[in-house]
């Protein structure tokens, strides 16, 4: 796998959208200053391909991948692997609850050719290509064919990460076992083993098979087959023996059948005949027609009667005066009683009203001139007061003063007011004017009261008057009314007789809705009777016709007890008839099925001469017993087992050429799978393959370490060999940190460089990515890890890349990528 472009968005430091282009970037350097994010472009690349980030800790970490607030994350890569290109896409969002899942991830094969540069035109996904993995489920099995390792594989042969970079040379040796053999292919030898193994299987259940059936076909031999020979000759004689005898038995049969039938016609009408019995109450149902229609027409009758007793009452009725004038009549005679009674009692009261009111005139007269003198008498006080004031002003002043008050002359406090003299003459017209003024209030009151009595009388007359025209004028129309009455005696008269003939005419509908209901019933009871009677006449004509093909005589249907009676007579004579007929019919039959049995017994015996058992149906002959099929079917079984056993022959002769074909192929793929076998095959080529990983990961690590150090195995564990040490070997475990990351170089660029040229699969490795502290190292160690990467990135077939901040180490690799993080966003720039 070799990375060509990487795009990142959203992607935990690259907030901002940013693209790193590895076309041509054989030998490369990630620097920057730490936190910068340089270790996350390597998460990248997993990221993209499976999901995860080695220090995330498995997929539960991916929330790891959205930068901070981001609400997505986009990542693709654009990569070759055994000379395809592939672009691989991945995308996780936060939804509004704050969880965060893939939303998109798959994977393309891109056209032969495709420049990368293309993407920067803003290319559709259907224009990259074949879609090889379109959901999240399906990008495990897509990646592991397009790479050809699996996740934990890839992080520990191509992206080497920080902590995990020693993972290889510490590996238990199963699981090493199981790198090697994704690497190198050799899984397809364990394939062609099972393959092999499911062959042998195959081929050793076909071979039991052939046994199988070989086992069945030892009867198959030239003496049955003669035997079934001669036996289909017999059976071909049997069955021209019995067509040639088959025609009689068909007379035979034929004429059994026809006696049969004929015993069976004159039973059948000596059923039909002995069924004919006139039903028991057939007179009864007469009868009752006949009653019943004469019980109708006296109801009918009783009907007309009484409906022309009602019409005559009507008539009656109608000849009488109208209720209701007589009865208005009656009310107007009433009324004018009433009103004459009234008017005359209204007289008298009308002649005291008026001399009531005459008085009461003459009354108000007299109080109207006592009130007028009044009126004069108080005006002369008035005069004669003012004279005495004029003549006494002093006493007039003394009027007007109050104790206590400035008097309106001296305007001094008045003390007390000095009474008046007792001979003023002011005194005496004083008291005059006050007697004066209290007479002639009374005098004013009483014509008050006087007046509003008159009036009262006025009133009261004049409705006693309106009312007394009222009562003239309505005993005058009622008078008018009833000029021509004949009195109220002869009116009382009329409206009795009436109410008697109401009450006739009620009696007479009565009695003529119960002559009707009657004749209702009556025409029910008619129409039951009929039914009967239709109900009987149809059974006889069914009994009839059931024995018509006979020719019964001629019925009167008027008279079904007679018809019934006739019927029955002629059905007697002809049972008698047909009785003496069926002795012979049944003798007939016995002669025939005797016939019939003799000539299938000589059939029979024909095929029992054959030695041929058949299922018998006895004289009365069926499918089954029909002797031409029987021999048919002999001679078909006869045919049919010649012709097996001939096939059984070429069968067991063709089975026997493919058991050898079936044992020769079981023979070898067993001997193939037992040379393909893990611990033998395969386990040489592993040692094969770990002994050249190991020659090649001790140069490295003899130039590494100045010559100090080789590298060894046994049975798949790693051993140092310490030639500063008299070679003293110790296990890879006991290194010091340093020293293990040099072992660890040397074992990734061993297998960068001496095993990806063995590889017989997709997993060629063509790329190795290391992010390790390269901090660690001295200036010598450092000086040949550089130089032996260099060495490596020449060869030209290898893309190298490092993770470093050490200036000395990413100022010898000739393309840096320098990353730079701000408060918003990490940002990349190619150097070099």
């Not at 000379?83 to 891109?110: C, E, P």
């Not at 049969?260 to 027609?289: C, F």
């Not at 200036?779 to 901040?805: K, Q, Y």
Request: proline share 3%; with cysteine; charged share 25%.
């Amino acid at each position: 796998m070799r990375p060509l472009r990487l795009d990142l968005a959203g992607f935990t430091v690259f907030r901002e959208p940013t693209t790193i282009d590895f076309t041509d970037a054989d030998f490369f350097a990630l620097v920057g200053p730490t936190g910068s994010g340089k270790s996350t472009v390597l998460d990248a690349i997993c990221f993209v391909l499976y999901g995860t980030v080695p220090r995330w800790g498995g997929t539960r970490g991916i929330a790891n991948a959205l930068a901070p607030s981001a609400v997505e994350a986009r990542v693709r890569l654009v990569f070759d692997s055994a000379g395809a290109r592939y672009v691989a896409t991945r995308v996780v969002r936060r939804d509004s609850r704050g969880n965060v899942k893939t939303g998109n991830a798959g994977l393309q094969l891109m056209p032969d050719g495709f420049d990368v540069t293309k993407l920067d035109t803003g290319m559709s996904p259907e224009d990259l290509g074949e879609v090889i993995a379109g959901t999240p489920a399906e990008m495990e099995a897509a990646v592991l064919t397009a790479v050809g390792l699996p996740y934990e594989q890839f992080t520990s042969c191509v992206v080497l990460p920080q902590g995990q970079f020693a993972d290889f040379l510490h590996a238990k040796p199963a699981a090493r076992q199981e790198i090697l053999v994704n690497l190198l292919g050799l899984g397809v030898y364990q394939k062609v083993q099972q393959a092999a193994t499911a062959r042998a299987v195959a081929a050793e259940a076909r071979l039991a098979a052939v046994d199988q059936v070989l086992h069945g076909l030892t009867d198959a031999d030239e003496q049955t087959l003669a035997a079934a020979t001669a036996h289909l000759d017999a059976m071909r004689r049997l069955d021209a023996d019995v067509r040639a005898a088959v025609p009689e038995l068909h007379r035979a049969r034929a004429a059994a059948d026809a006696a049969a039938g004929r015993l069976t016609a004159l039973d059948d009408e000596l059923a039909e005949l002995d069924r004919i019995h006139p039903p028991a109450d057939v007179a009864a149902v007469t009868r009752a027609v006949v009653d019943a229609r004469a019980a109708a027409a006296e109801t009918a009758s009783a009907v007309t009667l009484a409906e022309e007793a009602e019409e005559k009452v009507r008539g009656e009725l109608a000849a009488t005066g109208d209720a209701t004038t007589l009865r208005l009549l009656l009310q107007a005679h009433t009324e004018r009683d009433r009103v004459a009674a009234e008017a005359e009692s209204l007289g008298g009261g009308l002649a005291t009203a008026e001399a009531e009111h005459a008085q009461a005139v003459a009354a108000l007269d007299q109080v109207r001139a006592a009130a007028a003198r009044a009126d004069t008498e108080l005006e002369a006080a008035r005069r004669a007061y003012q004279e005495a004031q004029t003549a006494d002003r002093a006493a007039a002043l003394r009027g007007h003063l109050s104790a206590g008050a400035p008097c309106p002359v001296c305007e001094q406090e008045v003390h007390v007011v000095p009474a008046l003299p007792a001979g003023s003459a002011v005194t005496a017209a004083e008291a005059a004017g006050h007697a004066a003024r209290t007479a002639a209030d009374a005098a004013a009151k009483l014509l008050t009261e006087r007046d509003r009595a008159a009036r009262a009388l006025e009133r009261d007359l004049d409705r006693a008057r309106a009312r007394h025209d009222q009562l003239a004028a309505a005993l005058a129309e009622l008078d008018g009314r009833l000029a021509d009455s004949p009195g109220p005696a002869a009116l009382r008269r009329e409206l009795a007789t009436l109410d008697r003939l109401r009450g006739q005419l009620d009696q007479a509908g009565t009695a003529v809705r119960t002559a009707r209901e009657a004749s209702r019933r009556a025409r029910v009871g008619v129409e039951t009777a009929e039914e009967r009677v239709r109900l009987a006449g149809r059974d006889f004509d069914t009994a009839r016709d059931r024995i018509a093909r006979l020719g019964p005589p001629a019925a009167d249907r008027d008279d079904l007890a007679a018809a019934w009676a006739h019927l029955r007579e002629w059905a007697s004579r002809e049972a008698e008839r047909r009785r003496a007929d069926r002795v012979d019919a049944a003798a007939s039959v016995t002669q025939a099925r005797a016939a019939t049995e003799t000539v299938a017994a000589g059939i029979d015996a024909l095929f029992a001469d054959a030695g041929v058992h058949r299922i018998t149906g006895g004289a009365a002959g069926g499918s089954a017993s029909d002797p031409v099929a029987a021999a048919a079917v002999a001679v078909v079984a006869a045919e049919a087992e010649v012709r097996r056993l001939t096939e059984r022959r070429e069968q067991a002769e063709a089975l026997t050429a493919k058991r050898v074909e079936h044992e020769n192929a079981a023979r070898t793929a067993r001997s193939l799978a037992g040379h393909l076998r893990a611990n033998n095959f395969e386990r040489w080529l592993l040692a094969e393959a770990l002994d050249l990983l190991v020659d090649g990961a001790s140069r490295i690590l003899r130039e590494l370490t100045g010559g100090q150090y080789e590298l060894s195995h046994d049975k798949g564990e790693f051993s140092v060999i310490d030639q500063h040490d008299a070679g003293l070997r110790r296990g890879v475990r006991t290194l010091s940190g340093g020293e293990t990351f040099q072992a660890s170089l040397a074992l990734a660029l061993a297998l960068s460089e001496q095993l990806a040229g063995l590889s017989t699969t997709t997993a060629s490795l063509e790329s190795i990515l290391l992010d390790e502290g390269f901090g660690t190292l001295d200036v010598a160690t450092l000086d040949t890890v550089a130089a032996t990467l260099e060495t490596l990135a020449a060869r030209g077939d290898r893309m190298v890349g490092v993770v470093t901040h050490v200036p000395a180490l990413a100022e010898r690799v000739p393309v840096r990528y320098e990353i730079r993080k701000d408060a918003r966003t990490a940002r990349v720039e190619r150097v070099g």
